[in-house]
C-alpha cells in the first residue's frame, strides 16, 4: 500500500467516508495524531528539515548562543538610534 495525504471540505467529507467505506479492501481510514495537535506540522517539518539541511551544507550560518545575543544586542541598538525620538 501507498500512503497518501488529502484536504477535504467539510461538507464533502461525508461522501468521501462512504466512498472509502464502500472500496475498504482497497483503501483504509488512519488517523495523524501529528495533525490533531498541529494542523500545520507537516509544513512546519518540512521547513525545518529545510533549515536543517541549509546548515549542514553550509549555506545558513548556526550561531552560537552568545553570537546570538551580541547580534541582538546590536540590533537593538542599531534600531534604536535610528528609531528613537
Known amino acids: ?3 497518501k495525504m488529502i484536504r ?3 461538507s464533502y467529507e461525508d461522501k468521501l467516508t462512504s466512498f472509502i467505506h464502500e472500496n475498504s479492501e482497497h ?3 488512519l488517523d495523524d495524531a501529528n495533525l ?3 494542523a500545520y506540522f ?7 528539515d529545510s533549515t536543517i539541511q541549509a546548515i549542514d551544507n553550509g549555506t545558513m550560518k548556526m550561531y552560537s ?3 546570538f545575543h551580541t ?3 546590536n540590533l537593538e ?3 534604536t538610534q535610528k528609531y528613537a525620538d
Open 71 to 73: 547580534k541582538m544586542k
Open 77 to 79: 541598538e542599531k534600531l
Open 8 to 10: 477535504v471540505d467539510e
Open 1 to 3: 500500500m501507498t500512503t
Open 42 to 48: 507537516y509544513e512546519r517539518k518540512k521547513q525545518l
Open 65 to 67: 548562543e552568545d553570537e
Open 36 to 38: 490533531e495537535y498541529d
Open 27 to 29: 483503501m483504509e481510514i
